[in-house]
């Protein structure tokens, strides 16, 4: 069973910035590549980053590009969102998310087995 816990969110101005953190158990990133998606209100589920399923690469949605970076903390099996240049339009409710090595997917809810319970983003205008 694969647990995983974000932190980080909260309250921001347009144009601020903010780290997200996914502490993850155990040994998560041996047996799974993580993500991060977002849920505006009376909005689906959205892909915002992922990491490749080697780990060597990585990948964004369009809306999010260069102004959002994942990477994780291998020793301390945590997963980041690095957010910057935020607008009003990023507030949600994001998540992050495991899905299998053997899974070649990665845009989907449905790719993910295992997700957090969200931690809420707010970005004022």
């Known amino acids: 069973q694969v647990q995983l816990v974000e932190s980080g969110g909260g309250l921001v101005q347009a144009g601020g910035s903010l780290r997200l953190s996914c502490a993850t158990s155990?040994?998560?990133?041996?047996?799974?590549?993580m993500g991060w998606f977002r849920q505006a209100p009376g909005k689906a589920r959205e892909f915002v980053a992922c990491?490749?399923?080697?780990?060597?690469?990585?990948f964004y949605a369009d809306s999010v590009k260069g102004r959002f970076t994942i990477s994780r903390d291998n020793a301390k099996n945590t997963v980041y969102l690095q957010m910057n240049s935020l607008k009003p339009e990023d507030t949600a409710v994001y998540y992050c998310?495991?899905?299998?090595?053997?899974?070649?997917?990665?845009?989907?809810?449905?790719?993910?087995?295992?997700w957090g319970q969200g931690t809420q983003v707010t970005v004022s205008s």
């Open positions: 990491f490749s399923r080697s780990g060597a690469a990585t």
């Open positions: 998310a495991a899905r299998s090595l053997t899974t070649v997917v990665y845009g989907t809810t449905q790719a993910y087995d295992y």
């Open positions: 155990g040994r998560t990133f041996s047996a799974y590549a």
